[in-house]
């Protein structure tokens, strides 16, 4: 099946910094989703971006399909961005069925 | 819209005993899944539907089953509950076709077999 490798594992960032999620995977897909699992578990969808780049306020992401990679910036921190940050994809003409990452664990610190 | 609801939001089973995991939706969405997420992992996919009365299995499923009779209602079953089926279960829903097929997830619940 489809493999998907998130980098860094584990991230600590000052409050105010930025960062780079980066999400590989093996195959080519035809859905690539970006959530972040707060720390009380909920699951929140923050892209819907199988190719090219979208912006969301301090959020933004890239997916460039050709090379089978994915980024998320955050920009200038919060505490409140702590958390798990998910990538998952499916291939193409598999409906629902999305293949999650291991994710990146965030920590913002004032 | 309420979106994707889940009950219960905790359970406590003993080994060999059964239940069920609610998850409705009220968007209208054709496809619903169910996934199972472990510390300090990703979720997997445990079964799918792409409609009513249609099911099919995804990496895990051994020990579940689900059933689809309505387009809003997709429950788990667990027939006989082993420790190894603690973890978090996650139901999700996304509408079929069109050119976003983001999925949305409810809140979860968290099952503990001991």
């Known amino acids: 099946g489809i493999q998907v490798e998130q980098s860094p594992p584990d991230l600590i960032l000052q409050e105010g910094a930025n960062s780079t999620l980066r999400c590989n995977f093996s195959?080519?897909?035809?859905?690539l989703q970006w959530f972040h699992q707060n720390p009380w578990g909920q699951l929140i969808n923050l892209f819907y971006?199988?190719?090219g780049t979208k912006q969301n306020g301090r959020l933004s992401a890239t997916t460039v399909a050709t090379e089978r990679y994915s980024l998320l910036y955050i920009s200038s921190s919060q505490t409140t961005d702590s958390g798990v940050y998910f990538c998952?994809?499916?291939?193409?003409?598999?409906?629902?069925?999305?293949?999650f990452g291991t994710g990146t664990r965030l920590q913002v610190t004032l | 819209n309420a979106g994707v609801t889940q009950t219960p939001k905790f359970q406590v089973l003993k080994t060999g005993q059964s239940m069920t995991l609610q998850c409705a939706q009220d968007?209208?969405?054709?496809?619903m899944s169910w996934y199972r997420q472990d510390p300090g992992m990703g979720l997997r996919l445990i079964h799918y539907?792409?409609?009513?009365?249609?099911?099919d299995q995804g990496e895990v499923p051994n020990g579940y089953n689900v059933s689809r009779s309505t387009t809003e209602d997709f429950p788990l079953r667990l027939l006989s509950a082993a420790p190894s089926q603690t973890s978090v279960y996650f139901c999700?829903?996304?509408?079929?076709?069109?050119?976003?097929?983001?999925?949305?997830f409810g809140p979860g619940t968290r099952l503990l077999v001991l």
């Open positions: 999700a829903s996304r509408a079929a076709g069109g050119p976003d097929e983001t999925q949305y």
């Open positions: 195959d080519s897909v035809n859905n």
């Open positions: 971006i199988p190719s």
């Open positions: 998952a994809v499916s291939l193409s003409g598999t409906a629902s069925k999305l293949t």
């Open positions: 968007m209208n969405h054709e496809y």
């Open positions: 539907s792409v409609g009513a009365g249609i099911t």
